[in-house]
């Protein structure tokens, strides 16, 4: 059964920290190029991180709006995709989402997400 599980969001000051945690349901997750999305009220979803599989080196890459700030990771022992995020900005509120790159999982012939984990950047 296909699962995405995020977790960790919160409310945080300008400049502050989180870690993000995404755990997966394994199987086709481990092999597959994992990224964190993000969307804010009224926007189309983004993608702001990705890692590509073990198997070719666990290589990230980043958005410029995140480049810097963020560090995405993979723990493919515990099915777990994370993301560091530092120095948050007003910008970066959204929920976030973890999913396959560069087009999500689909179950039946439908995109699948999971719930999402919300992040709030407030003084």
């Known amino acids: 059964q296909v699962q995405l599980v995020e977790s960790g969001g919160g409310v945080v000051q300008p400049g502050g920290s989180l870690t993000l945690s995404c755990l997966t349901s394994g199987g086709i997750f481990r092999v597959s190029h994992m990224g964190w999305y993000r969307q804010a009220p009224e926007k189309q979803r983004e993608l702001v991180a990705t890692?590509?599989?073990?198997?070719?080196?666990?290589?990230?890459d980043y958005d410029d709006s995140v480049k810097g700030r963020f560090t995405i990771s993979r723990d493919n022992t515990k099915n777990t995709v994370s993301l560091q995020m530092s120095n948050l900005k007003p910008e970066d509120p959204a929920v976030y989402y973890c999913?396959?790159?560069?087009?999500?999982?689909?179950?039946?012939?439908?995109?699948?997400w999971g719930q999402g984990t919300q992040v709030t950047v407030s003084s």
């Open positions: 890692i590509t599989p073990p198997g070719l080196g666990s290589k990230t």
């Open positions: 999913n396959i790159v560069p087009r999500p999982i689909t179950v039946n012939g439908t995109d699948y």
